[in-house]
């Protein structure tokens, strides 16, 4: 049976710095998204350049352990997309039959020649 754990109490230690412009986080603004078994997937975005840090910690039989990815993903973006099923393999497959019949089903791409800021 794995350990129970409680993300408050635990000996954990956030690096409490954005990965990508190194200010450090506002942790008030740290978010626990949703808690399955012993995972919890949490989200915090960083106030000076609006990039955010997703991490889902596990709890097992060796401790907590999590892993990060930075993402411009909005919390509710990541909410929608967590409870959304996952891409499967006949997805892919039948995405693939999909445009062999027909490329010009999705629009080509078009990158804007302005930028913002
Ligand atoms: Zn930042």
């Known amino acids: ?9 635990s000996n954990l230690h956030l690096n409490g710095r954005c990965p990508v ?3 450090m986080y506002d942790l008030q603004k740290f978010k626990i998204i949703a ?5 919890v997937l949490t989200y915090i975005q960083c106030t000076s350049c609006g ?9 097992g039989q060796q401790g ?6 930075v993402t411009d993903l909005s919390v509710d973006e ?3 997309f967590e409870r959304s099923e996952a891409v499967t393999s006949d997805d ?25 800021g």
């Not at 808690?35 to 995972?39: F, K, S």
């Open 35 to 39: 808690e399955h078994d012993q995972n």
């Open 51 to 59: 990039s955010a840090v997703l991490s889902m910690m596990t709890a």
């Open 21 to 23: 412009c190194n200010t």
């Open 64 to 69: 907590l352990q999590a892993v990060g990815l």
């Open 78 to 80: 990541v909410v929608a």
């Open 1 to 9: 049976m794995a350990p129970q754990f409680n993300v408050f109490h």
């Open 92 to 116: 892919v497959l039948g995405l693939h039959a999909l445009l062999e019949k027909d490329s010009n089903i999705i629009p080509p791409f078009t990158f804007s020649s302005t930028s913002k």
